[in-house]
């Protein structure tokens, strides 16, 4: 069955960086799109970014437009989130996400951004 495992997720400062890594299993990763969401408490989840199957098309919320870079290892079954220039309004649970006949979630990796 379809499995998502995000990690890297931590607390801190504003103006940091932290890298997301999500490693699927359980279907042909090579051939999905994948992307990334985030739900601040309170709030609904939101699109962040998403990366066409084969790493050429990438896309962004504007939110996170020149900070947030999506990228994939199509060997290793991975796709990262190198998140940059990081602002409070940035903390959130982030989540893995692929669709395959339907959304496929999993469980998230906490960002707390706060001095």
């Known amino acids: 069955q379809v499995q998502l495992v995000e990690s890297g997720g931590a607390l801190v400062q504003p103006g940091g960086s932290l890298r997301l890594s999500c490693v699927a299993s359980?279907?042909?990763?090579?051939?999905?799109?994948m992307g990334w969401y985030r739900q601040a408490p309170g709030k609904v989840r939101e699109w962040v970014a998403r990366?066409?199957?084969?790493?050429?098309?990438?896309v962004y919320h504007d939110s996170v437009k020149g900070r947030f870079t999506i990228s994939r290892d199509n060997a290793k079954n991975t796709v990262s989130l190198q998140m940059n220039s990081l602002q409070p309004e940035d903390t959130a649970v982030y989540y893995c996400?692929?669709?395959?006949?339907?959304?496929?979630w999993g469980r998230g990796t906490q960002v707390t951004v706060s001095s």
């Open positions: 359980g279907f042909d990763f090579s051939a999905y799109a």
């Open positions: 996400n692929v669709f395959k006949e339907r959304d496929y």
């Open positions: 990366i066409h199957n084969t790493g050429g098309t990438v």
